[in-house]
Nanobody, 123 residues
Framework: QVQVIESGGGLVQAGGSLRLSCTSAGRALSRYAMGWFRQAPEKEREFVGAINRSGSTYYADSVKGRFTISRDNGKNTVTLQMTSLKPEDTAVYYC?????????????????WGQGTQVTVSS
């Protein structure tokens, strides 16, 4: 079992940057592929991006070129660096761990979820 813990949300102006971090209690994140998802009010939770155990990444088209996912196994962290933020990026952001092989792109591909952290981008 692993407990996933996000941090780093907040309020930022459009065009600004924000960095979210994910760490764990229990098993180390290095054992898992990791994904980031977000959920805006009254919308479905959507895939943002993912990183596999060897560091390969994949992003949703809506964030490609603006968001970067990285991992530091020595520090047991996975980071979502967000730049050029837009009001439509406002959502609760979730970090999730996938026990299976390879990257996951959907909610059901992930086994362990954090509690979420709010990101608000003002116009």
């Amino acid at each position: 079992q692993v407990q996933v813990i996000e941090s780093g949300g907040g309020l930022v102006q459009a065009g600004g940057s924000l960095r979210l971090s994910c760490t764990s209690a229990g098993r180390a994140l290095s054992r898992y592929a990791m994904g980031w998802f977000r959920q805006a009010p009254e919308k479905e939770r959507e895939f943002v991006g993912a990183i596999n155990r060897s560091g390969s990444t994949y992003y949703a088209d809506s964030v490609k070129g603006r968001f970067t996912i990285s991992r530091d196994n020595g520090k047991n962290t996975v980071t979502l660096q967000m730049t050029s933020l837009k009001p439509e990026d406002t959502a609760v952001y979730y970090c999730a761990a996938r026990a299976g092989a390879g990257l996951g792109y959907g909610r059901t591909d992930y086994d362990y979820w954090g509690q979420g952290t709010q990101v608000t981008v003002s116009s």
